[in-house]
C-alpha cells in the first residue's frame, strides 16, 4: 500500500514537471509583435494587408489585415528569428521593414508609413483583346491569367485552361471532342441562348 502511494505521488508530481515545462515553453513561444501603419499624412489606415516574412526561411510567412485604427498584430511569430514586415495596400507603394528581430517579450512596435503611388502607375499600357489604350482610360473590366494558373490542370488545349477561369467567360465545346476548338463569348449570351429563355 505504501509503495503505490509512492508511486501515486512520483507520477503526479512529474506530471506536474512536465505540465510545468509545457506551459513555459508555450508562454515563450508565443510571441507578440503588434504595429501601425499611416499614410505620409499621418493618418492611419485601416485594411493593409501586412505580411510576416521569416528572414532565414521564406517559406514561413504568415498575413494580418490593419484594424480600423491601423493596428495590426501577429502572435505565431517565432521567438530570437528575424523578419520582414511588408505593408501593401492598393494605390500606395508597398513598405518594408527587415532586419526585425522578435523577442520573448517587449517587442518594439512596429511602424510602417505608405506613400501613395505617383500618376506614373496610370501611364501603364493593358493589352485588351482588340488592342491597347492606356490603363487611366479602361473603363471596362481587364483579367488577366499568369502561367502558374493553369500550371497542373489536366487539360488537352489552352482553351479548357481557361474554363472556370475568368468571370464572364462562357466557352461552348461544340461536339465534345478534346480537340474541337469551342466558340468563346464575354459577358453577353449570344442572342440564339437569348432567344430561347422565356421571360415571364
Not at 18 to 47: C, F, H, K, Y
Not at 94 to 104: G, L, P, S
Not at 147 to 154: A, F, G, H, M, Q
Amino acid at each position: 500500500m505504501k509503495i503505490e502511494l509512492k508511486r501515486h505521488r512520483f507520477r503526479s508530481v512529474f506530471l506536474l514537471l512536465l505540465l510545468g515545462t509545457w506551459l513555459q515553453g508555450w508562454a515563450q513561444s508565443a510571441t507578440i509583435v503588434t504595429g501601425t501603419v499611416r499614410d505620409q499624412t499621418g493618418a492611419v489606415m485601416p485594411n493593409v494587408t501586412v505580411t510576416a516574412i521569416n528572414e532565414s526561411d521564406s517559406t514561413l510567412q504568415t498575413s494580418t489585415v490593419t484594424n480600423e485604427k491601423g493596428v495590426f498584430g501577429f502572435t505565431q511569430l517565432v521567438t530570437g528569428a528575424t523578419y520582414r514586415f511588408k505593408a501593401t495596400y492598393i494605390g500606395y507603394q508597398a513598405q518594408a521593414i527587415d532586419n526585425y528581430k522578435v523577442k520573448a517579450a517587449d517587442n518594439v512596435p512596429v511602424a510602417i508609413e505608405l506613400s501613395s503611388t505617383s500618376n506614373a502607375a496610370l501611364e501603364e499600357v493593358i493589352v485588351v483583346g482588340y488592342g491597347t489604350q492606356k490603363r487611366e482610360n479602361a473603363t471596362g473590366a481587364v483579367d488577366q491569367i499568369s502561367s502558374k494558373s493553369l500550371e497542373n490542370r489536366p487539360v488537352t488545349n489552352l482553351t479548357q485552361g481557361l474554363q472556370g477561369m475568368l468571370p464572364n467567360l462562357n466557352l461552348k465545346m461544340m461536339d465534345g471532342k478534346p480537340t474541337q476548338s469551342p466558340s468563346y463569348n464575354i459577358r453577353v449570351l449570344p442572342l440564339s441562348a437569348r432567344a430561347a429563355v422565356h421571360w415571364y
